[in-house]
């Protein structure tokens, strides 16, 4: 981006070189780790954040975020590097809609890597980045409330890790925990776009590696609409499948020590008949809200770990008999729920008839409260 798209973006008043905005030079700003910054760089950073959170443009930006958590360009995908390159430039404009010489920081976790007990590090100070575990209570950012109005948490340390030489993005998300775990509401804490930041100027870096400026302007690959490759026959959808010339990541394989533990259906390592969860419960914090955009239609995963939420209640004994073998294993098989309903205790569900082998179902009971049968 030159001056001329900044000046105009900012809705500055552009005379040859110069853009001013609010009475101030707008100028070419670079981007230090948070740590780096003086004391006024850093305060008037925060005090940024704290005014377009009042001015309700950190909102927009959240919410943006949240829709956006099932898109696969997005977040599992080739997009996500410049879509999120572009999300936080939107951030950095409001910042600097605030203050001219403002400009967003990048968090170098590979700081916290190196210390003994990474979770203790002095980011999480009252100095710096506020509350590590629980609610964030202290720091620049104290008493931050989410978009729904709930306290901003974290548990720094119960998971994942920071980055080392080498390591994913999602492992940082995992190791500061609390609203930071999901894409729906991970955008709510502040960290979340300084890592994001950083995972921009590692991508800046590894370009400028392989190509000059105008080469990245004018050199790309062209479109080509599938899923077949490369020049050289490089699998399209590295870690993933594709389905109707779509990649999809596949979960299974990039998470297998969470993935084989919690959704061992429909990463087809069971068959129902084993399958030791059952009940009709939920077992994430967002399935409802998941459930109301419409994903359980999109997701074996949602039936599996949504039950409750999107009416994908069975007992083992119903799975078996819908799910007979392993390969392509899902929860419902060919038979779609109605409707779910309780009597004495019971729950019962109504389903379209179909005929699965030799039998035909069309509504039975699922799970018994009392006894568990």
Same mark, same amino acid.
């Given at each position: 981006?030159?001056?001329?798209?900044?000046?105009?973006?900012? !809705?500055?008043?552009?005379?040859?070189?110069?853009?001013?905005?609010?009475?101030?030079?707008?100028?070419?700003?670079?981007?230090?780790?948070?740590?780096?910054?003086?004391?006024?760089?850093?305060?008037?950073?925060?005090?940024?954040?704290?005014?377009?959170?009042?001015?309700?443009?950190?909102?927009?930006?959240?919410?943006?975020?949240?829709?956006?958590?099932? *898109?696969?360009?997005?977040?599992?995908?080739?997009?996500?590097?410049?879509?999120?390159?572009?999300? @936080?430039?939107?951030?950095?404009?409001?910042?600097? =809609?605030?203050?001219?010489?403002?400009?967003?920081?990048?968090?170098?976790? !590979?700081?916290?890597?190196?210390?003994?007990?990474?979770?203790?590090?002095?980011?999480?100070?009252?100095?710096?980045?506020?509350?590590?575990?629980?609610?964030?209570?202290?720091? +620049?950012?104290?008493?931050?409330?989410?978009?729904?109005?709930?306290?901003?948490?974290?548990?720094?340390?119960?998971?994942?890790?920071?980055? *080392?030489?080498?390591?994913?993005?999602?492992? @940082?998300?995992?190791? @500061?925990?609390?609203?930071?775990?999901?894409?729906? *509401?991970?955008?709510?804490?502040?960290?979340?776009?300084?890592?994001?930041?950083?995972?921009?100027?590692?991508?800046?870096?590894?370009?400028?590696?392989?190509?000059?400026?105008?080469?990245?302007?004018?050199?790309?690959?062209?479109? =080509?609409?599938?899923?077949?490759?490369?020049?050289?026959?490089?699998?399209?959808?590295?870690?993933?499948?594709?389905?109707?010339?779509?990649?999809?990541?596949?979960?299974?394989? =990039?998470? +297998?020590?969470?993935?084989?533990?919690?959704?061992?259906?429909?990463?087809?390592?069971?068959?129902?008949?084993?399958?030791?969860?059952?009940?009709?419960?939920?077992?994430?914090?967002?399935?409802?809200?998941?459930?109301?955009?419409?994903?359980?239609?999109?997701?074996?995963?949602?039936?599996?770990?949504?039950?409750?939420?999107?009416?994908?209640?069975?007992?083992?004994?119903?799975?078996?008999?819908?799910?007979?073998? !392993?390969?392509?294993?899902?929860?419902?098989?060919?038979?779609?729920?109605?409707?779910?309903?309780?009597?004495?205790?019971?729950?019962?569900?109504?389903?379209?008839?179909?005929?699965?082998?030799?039998?035909?179902?069309?509504?039975?009971?699922?799970?018994?409260?009392?006894?568990?049968?």
């Amino acid at each position: 981006m030159d001056l001329a798209c900044l000046c105009e973006a900012l !809705t500055g008043l552009k005379n040859q070189n110069i853009c001013m905005f609010n009475g101030k030079a707008v100028a070419k700003l670079k981007r230090k780790e948070y740590r780096l910054m003086s004391d006024d760089e850093r305060t008037r950073f925060n005090q940024a954040m704290l005014n377009i959170k009042q001015n309700g443009k950190f909102w927009l930006l959240v919410d943006t975020h949240s829709n956006m958590q099932t *898109t696969l360009g997005a977040h599992a995908g080739p997009a996500f590097l410049p879509w999120h390159r572009e999300f @936080i430039k939107r951030l950095e404009f409001e910042l600097r =809609r605030v203050d001219p010489e403002v400009f967003l920081p990048y968090w170098d976790s !590979t700081l916290e890597s190196r210390l003994p007990a990474p979770k203790d590090s002095s980011l999480f100070s009252p100095e710096l980045m506020g509350t590590g575990t629980w609610a964030l209570i202290d720091g +620049p950012f104290a008493n931050w409330m989410d978009l729904n109005n709930r306290f901003l948490q974290r548990q720094v340390g119960f998971d994942g890790s920071p980055f *080392t030489d080498e390591g994913l993005h999602a492992e @940082i998300h995992l190791w @500061i925990g609390g609203h930071m775990l999901d894409p729906m *509401t991970s955008a709510n804490d502040p960290i979340f776009y300084l890592h994001h930041a950083f995972v921009d100027l590692i991508w800046e870096t590894w370009r400028q590696s392989k190509q000059k400026r105008n080469q990245m302007e004018n050199e790309y690959p062209s479109f =080509r609409g599938n899923c077949t490759g490369y020049a050289n026959g490089e699998d399209a959808c590295y870690n993933g499948i594709c389905k109707q010339d779509v990649c999809q990541v596949r979960a299974c394989a =990039r998470k +297998p020590e969470f993935m084989n533990c919690n959704c061992r259906v429909s990463c087809g390592l069971c068959t129902p008949s084993n399958y030791l969860y059952g009940g009709c419960n939920d077992y994430h914090q967002e399935c409802r809200m998941w459930a109301q955009r419409g994903e359980c239609k999109r997701s074996t995963w949602m039936e599996e770990n949504c039950r409750a939420s999107c009416g994908t209640c069975f007992d083992m004994l119903g799975l078996a008999s819908r799910c007979p073998s !392993t390969s392509g294993a899902t929860l419902i098989a060919n038979v779609k729920p109605l409707e779910t309903l309780i009597d004495n205790g019971k729950i019962y569900q109504e389903m379209e008839p179909v005929i699965v082998g030799e039998n035909m179902f069309d509504g039975h009971i699922i799970e018994d409260w009392e006894d568990g049968e």
